[in-house]
């Protein structure tokens, strides 16, 4: 299993961006994909993950509301739409795939620099 994250960027305060994490190497039907990010000097903390097959959702409480996360399975890429970014979304955003049953992630992508400025 492979995955490419991408779309990370600078933007002001209030903006968007848009994240993929491109997979490939098998069916991801049982399969769930979660975005994770670490801001200099902080722990990674998780921020949401989908269900690849239902498209259920979950997020953390700090960017409920204003991310949302959704997949294309034709293309094997999940989307983190970020909206009304704030300076303390800066991070490193990677993103991760696991099957279902299992606790951890196993696969993990590069990582994305998201930099939002106030």
């Known amino acids: 299993v492979q995955l490419q994250a991408s779309g990370g960027g600078l933007v002001q305060a209030g903006g968007s961006l848009r994240l993929s994490c491109a997979a490939s190497g098998r069916t991801f039907s049982t399969y769930v994909v979660a975005w994770f990010r670490q801001a200099p000097g902080k722990d990674r903390e998780w921020v949401g993950s989908i269900d690849w097959s239902g498209g259920i959702t979950y997020y953390a409480e700090p960017v409920k509301g204003r991310f949302t996360l959704s997949r294309d399975n034709a293309k094997n890429t999940v989307y983190l739409q970020s909206n009304i970014l704030k300076p303390e979304d800066t991070a490193v955003y990677y993103c991760?795939?696991?099957?279902?049953?299992?606790?951890?992630?196993?696969?993990w992508g590069q990582g994305t620099l998201v930099t939002v400025s106030s």
């Open positions: 991760a795939i696991k099957r279902r049953y299992e606790k951890n992630y196993g696969y």
